[in-house]
């Protein structure tokens, strides 16, 4: 609480005495820093996931899996964590591919979409019928940056920077499908899609099982139970295709097959083949290889969006600052303060008058009065010297959600009330011996001079404060609304000034 004269100021809220940095004298250096930091994590844009997914399906054994594992394959560190793909049915729980900084696998809940266990080895089959394939699925973040969208507005609102979601679903006749005419019931599709994936091997192209499941999808998207960003973009790409000489042919019987069946259903099919062969041994494609084909296959699927896509470049710092919402403005803020560190230097400088601390005050003109209106005579002279201690530190306050918040408590407030707090000590002082004033004081400067004299040069010492040093650098851009030129010469003073004081620090105590 500081004491006003006849008012009480709350400075709930401006002081925070939970750090444990905040007290000691050194370290100014290192808790700015940690103020800075906790800037840039909070201006660090959000990751979210875009609402349109891509799926890959595809039967069992058509190579889903593989294909995964040949797009994640620089993720070398990570490969105990992508997919297995063999001869056997290897998966049984759908995967969510996805970015993140760092790799993880998770299990995950679809009912609460919550994360049931970190995984640090990819789960067997059957490992993984031990969950409901209806319930759970596997969720695997790389830092694979195709699967960055930037700051795209397809289907989701929330804000941030999107990343797609690719979905390696269980083959549709592995057994683990669930049975259901819809295609968007068993996961062959999603609500919201940017692309589909369909993947079957070379020698499986004419299967009449794949056509049906396709011409279900088809349907689903020409009723509008699966919607396509930008129409239907459909990636086929047909694995074990060794002989390249075949590769043409291949491709047209295909395109001449699903576009036949894309005009039965009366659609428009936007489809790009991809013929390839990842060779026996998962590890067996060369690399040159298997980065065209991964380059193509990226290009293929976020072909839909790849005018969006170009956007891409987050927007920088200096453009997100100029943009802050008029409550996040720092000048009035900064004015404010200034304002006050001019009143506490005027206030002090009227502390003093003639030397005096209450000048023409003797105890001659209080003779013959009662305790309390000897009291009362002195208070009132001493104010009409001094003048009102009183200051409004509650609109000084940044909201929780502002990116510097950790910033001003911890440097900005810090260092205006290390310069506000022995002057308030001093006016608390001088109250005290103005309450307790003796009867028997005959030399009332004498009496003063004991008692506040000590606080008076406490607080006069303040100005030799190093802050009023930044405060003066800050006082010509206050008013330019250049507010990320604020920002960056507010922190960089700010890392400067706490340097200095802990240099300053150093060289007192060596
Ligand atoms: N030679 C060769 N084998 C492949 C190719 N694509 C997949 N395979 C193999 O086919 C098997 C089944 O693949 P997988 O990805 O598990 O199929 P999924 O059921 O669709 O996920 C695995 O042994 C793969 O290594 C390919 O292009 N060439
Ligand atoms: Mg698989």
Not at 15 to 35: C, D, F, G, W, Y
Not at 79 to 98: D, F, V
């Amino acid at each position: 609480m500081l004491q006003c004269l006849g008012h009480e100021v709350s400075k709930k809220g401006l002081i925070m005495s939970s750090n444990p940095l905040k007290n000691s004298e050194q370290n100014h250096t290192e808790r700015v820093q940690l103020a800075i930091q906790a800037f840039n994590d909070k201006m660090a844009e959000k990751i979210v996931d875009e609402m349109a997914v891509i799926h890959i399906i595809g039967a069992f054994s058509a190579g889903k899996s593989r294909l995964v594992r040949e797009l994640l394959r620089p993720y070398k560190t990570a490969h105990s964590l992508l997919p297995i793909s063999s001869k056997e049915r290897q998966t049984a729980l759908p995967l969510e591919i996805t970015y993140a900084d760092t790799p993880h696998l998770f299990r995950i809940r679809i009912d609460t979409n919550t994360t049931e266990t970190e995984l640090f080895v990819f789960p067997s089959r059957e490992e993984q019928q031990h969950f409901d394939a209806s319930k759970h699925y596997l969720r695997l973040e790389l830092p694979e940056p195709a699967l960055l969208l930037g700051n795209v507005s397809l289907c989701s609102a929330e804000e941030g920077i999107k990343r797609a979601v690719l979905k390696d679903m269980p083959g549709w006749n592995s057994g683990d499908s669930l049975i259901s005419e819809n295609p968007l019931d068993n996961g062959l599709v999603g609500a919201n899609n940017i692309s589909l994936v369909y993947v079957t091997r070379a020698n499986g192209i004419d299967s009449q099982d794949d056509l049906t499941r396709l011409h279900a999808i088809f349907t689903a998207f020409e009723t509008g139970d699966a919607f396509f960003y930008n129409g239907f973009n459909l990636v086929i790409v047909i694995t074990c295709c060794d002989d390249e000489s075949e590769h043409d042919a291949i491709k047209q019987r295909v395109n001449e097959r699903l576009q036949h069946l894309a005009e039965k259903v009366d659609i428009e099919l936007q489809l790009t083949v991809l013929c390839v062969d990842f060779g026996k041994e998962p590890e067996d494609s060369s690399e040159l290889n298997h980065q065209d084909f991964a380059n193509d296959f990226w290009q293929a699927v976020f072909a839909p969006i790849a005018e969006q896509a170009q956007a891409i470049t987050a927007r920088d710092w200096a453009t997100r600052i100029q943009q802050w919402q008029a409550d996040w403005h720092l000048q009035d803020k900064l004015v404010q303060s200034l304002q006050i560190i001019k009143n506490v230097h005027a206030f002090i400088g009227q502390f003093k008058k003639q030397d005096q601390f209450i000048a023409n005050m003797n105890s001659t003109r209080l003779l013959g009065l009662s305790d309390q209106d000897r009291i009362e005579k002195v208070q009132a002279a001493w104010l009409k010297q001094v003048g009102q201690w009183q200051f409004d530190f509650e609109s000084l306050h940044l909201t929780d959600d502002h990116p510097l918040t950790q910033w001003w408590q911890d440097y900005w407030l810090t260092q205006l009330f290390e310069l506000i707090n022995p002057v308030d000590a001093l006016v608390q002082q001088m109250k005290l011996a103005i309450q307790q004033l003796p009867i028997e004081a005959t030399d009332l400067q004498q009496y003063f001079h004991e008692h506040v004299e000590d606080s008076y040069q406490k607080a006069l010492a303040q100005r030799q404060s190093y802050f009023h040093c930044v405060c003066d650098v800050m006082e010509p851009i206050l008013h330019d609304n250049n507010q990320a030129k604020l920002v960056a010469t507010l922190l960089s003073l700010s890392l400067l000034d706490a340097k200095y004081a802990d240099y300053y620090h150093s060289l007192k105590t060596a």
